[in-house]
């Protein structure tokens, strides 16, 4: 069985400083997981995904998630909060097999403040 | 590539008709695609599993004969939402899968239904 954690419903934070948004997970398989961003009213965007390649994962527009498997994390990071990062962003989980279906987290809204 | 669309984006319908909305994989080919509905500031919820010439899986509580699946070929599905109620508005988004020993999904961009 899986199931994904997102552990803040809301983050706000001031433009330019750190992200964090932060995801834990359980699956009785290697799991795959991923970062989704939606803004509103709009589909859901990959920002990144670990498929047991390297634990830090890059993705795109400066965020990288890092999966450790002892404290079943995968907390997403960015440097410097900009404000188009406004959204709302999701944490995925999937196992490998070919039935998987992929579970949401319940969702995370960042705010910045200017 | 791995690009999915939906139309229409946005509908609104009269209490009691019937509303169809396509998710199309453009440029691969989807064996697995899948329905969700996101309730406002909600998380997706799956509604229904369809594979390509085969019957829909429904997630448990999801109304199959009010939700009818259609997953004719490699690349289009369709969800209809049959004698639709205010209490179905909703956005709808779907996702493909391409191949089957590759799990990660696309999706598309989403269709606001709003009934009256």
């Known amino acids: 069985a899986q199931s994904v954690t997102q552990l803040d419903s809301h983050v706000s934070v001031s433009e330019g400083t750190p992200v964090l948004l932060r995801c834990n997970y359980s699956?009785?398989?290697?799991?795959?997981l991923f970062w989704y961003v939606q803004h509103p009213n709009k589909g859901l965007q990959l920002l990144l995904k670990?498929?047991?390649?390297?634990?830090l994962v890059k993705g795109i527009n400066g965020f990288e998630a890092e999966f450790k498997k002892s404290e079943t994390s995968f907390h997403l990071t960015k440097p410097s909060a900009h404000m188009s990062d406004a959204a709302e962003y999701f944490c995925v989980v999937s196992d490998r097999s070919s039935a998987s279906k992929i579970i949401f987290g319940s969702g995370t809204r960042l705010s910045i403040r200017p | 590539g791995a690009v999915v669309s939906q139309h229409p984006s946005r509908v609104i319908c009269k209490s009691g008709t019937s509303v169809k909305i396509e998710c199309r994989s453009l440029?691969?080919?989807?064996?697995?695609m899948f329905w969700y509905r996101q309730f406002p500031k909600q998380s997706l919820m799956l509604m229904a599993t369809s594979n390509e010439g085969s019957k829909a899986t429904y997630e448990q509580g999801v109304e199959k004969d009010k939700f009818l699946i259609n997953h004719a070929s490699l690349t289009l599905s369709t969800l209809t939402v049959t004698s639709a109620h205010p209490e179905d508005s909703s956005f709808y988004i779907c996702s493909a899968r391409r191949g089957i020993s590759y799990n990660e999904q696309f999706f598309g961009p989403g269709t606001r239904l709003t009934v009256l």
């Open positions: 699956s009785s398989y290697s799991p795959s």
């Open positions: 670990y498929t047991s390649a390297a634990t």
């Open positions: 440029d691969f080919q989807a064996t697995t």
